[in-house]
């Protein structure tokens, strides 16, 4: 069982954070090296893979002397950042000072550390090999990266798959049963749950000083425009394997499993360690916005409209673990053309 009450853990502040880690330096300094051996060993080189930015991976607010050498994004790292600044937490709970006056600090502390290290830290719930910030990369602090600053203040909300109100903890606990598989345990999260309560505190952190109601104007923006979205049918696997072979798989791996580099996985993107078929990223159009505006991770940004699309198609072509409940999902709204693990 995981203790998450604030009044049981021992004040953690003083805890070292990975980002203390040398090898972070390693990893910044000889990433082309690192890139260039790890392509040898799984398939073709990428063939112009660009060098990386000379950015240092680390956040400004962990390492004394550390200087970010771009601009914030207003409270976001910019979606033009390489993974050379994967280590960035603009917003870091385990080094804010003003946090540590504030009565649920350590349950704030508890819920980055889940964000960030998932399946170590809320291992019951967590049927797979993925971070939250696998998906919500700079623990949900980056732009274009489906971020999470603010968005506390739009809940409760509308979900249309459920076809009803969601508070944050709903949406949190959606996140755990399908992005993390937890259907595959037999530990059903719920409003109480101790992780979904911690999560929601470091969520709910990230939201202060947003006035309920405000939409942040970042939310929501991994989107293909809908003029640009190519019919499911007309989506080609083929071409996205051939996209998914020169831009992705030096990272993520031959067999789609991701490789390390340094402490950072890329995550598993099919097979029983990745996500449910029912969770968002199962969508072939919402795992496209991710992929065009994060991915690849040394040029967000640099896919089309149409390769996001047809490497998504192929992702989405791949077996993958199987929520159990999907007949529950859109009972009073059509399922969407993307939903293609779904029945219709
Ligand atoms: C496999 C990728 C993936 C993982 C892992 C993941 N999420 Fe998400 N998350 C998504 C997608 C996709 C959305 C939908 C974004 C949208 O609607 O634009 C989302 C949405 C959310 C939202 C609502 C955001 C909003 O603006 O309304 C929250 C909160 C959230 N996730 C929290 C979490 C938490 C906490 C975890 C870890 C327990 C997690 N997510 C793990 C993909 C993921
Ligand atoms: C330079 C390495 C690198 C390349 C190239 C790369 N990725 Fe990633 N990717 C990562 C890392 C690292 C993460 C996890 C980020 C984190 O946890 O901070 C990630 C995360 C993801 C995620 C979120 C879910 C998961 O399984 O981690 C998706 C989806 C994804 N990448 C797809 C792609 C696609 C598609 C391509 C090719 C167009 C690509 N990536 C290229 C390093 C890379």
């Not at 499993?257 to 029912?278: F, Y």
């Not at 969508?283 to 149409?306: F, K, N, Q, V």
Request: aromatic share 8%; proline share 10%; hydrophobic share 35%.
């Amino acid at each position: 069982m995981i203790e998450a009450s604030a009044h049981h853990e021992a004040p953690e502040k003083s805890r070292p954070t990975r980002r203390r880690d040398p090898r972070f330096f390693i990893l910044n300094s000889q990433f082309s090296i690192l890139l260039l051996v790890l392509s040898a060993c799984s398939g073709p080189p990428p063939a112009e893979a660009p060098a990386p930015a000379p950015q240092a991976p680390i956040t400004g607010t962990q390492l004394e002397g550390y200087v970010r050498t771009y601009e914030l994004a207003g409270p976001l790292v910019p979606a033009s950042t390489t993974m050379a600044s994967a280590w960035d937490i603009p917003a870091n709970p385990l080094t804010d000072e003003a946090l540590g006056e504030s009565p649920d600090a350590d349950l704030v502390r508890r819920g980055f550390r889940l964000f960030t290290e998932t399946p170590d830290e809320a291992p019951r719930l967590t049927h797979n090999r993925l971070t939250c910030n696998n998906c919500h990369l700079n623990a949900g602090q980056r732009e274009l990266s489906l971020p999470l600053v603010g968005v506390d203040a739009m809940f409760p909300e509308y979900n249309r798959r459920a076809g009803r109100e969601f508070t944050l903890e709903d949406r949190i606990i959606g996140c755990f049963l399908r992005s993390e598989n937890a259907t595959a345990g037999s530990d059903t999260p719920d409003a109480r749950t101790p992780e979904v309560v911690a999560l929601a505190a470091y969520l709910r952190w990230l939201s202060r000083g947003h006035a309920k109601g405000e939409n942040p104007s970042w939310r929501k923006r991994n989107r293909i425009a809908d003029d640009k979205l190519i019919p499911v049918d007309q989506l080609d696997p083929v071409k996205g394997e051939a996209i998914y072979r020169e831009k992705c798989q030096s990272c993520h791996g031959l067999d789609g499993q991701g490789v390390q580099i340094g402490d950072k996985r890329a995550g598993p993107l099919w097979g029983p360690d990745s996500w449910n078929d029912g969770a968002g990223a199962a969508r072939t159009y919402t795992l496209a916005g991710i992929i065009r505006y994060a991915m690849p991770y040394l040029a967000p940004g640099s896919l089309t409209d149409e390769e996001a699309q047809h490497v998504a198609a192929f992702i989405t072509s791949k077996p993958r673990p199987v929520y159990p409940f999907k007949d529950q999902d859109y009972r009073t709204e059509p399922v969407p053309p993307d939903a293609v693990y779904y029945k219709r």
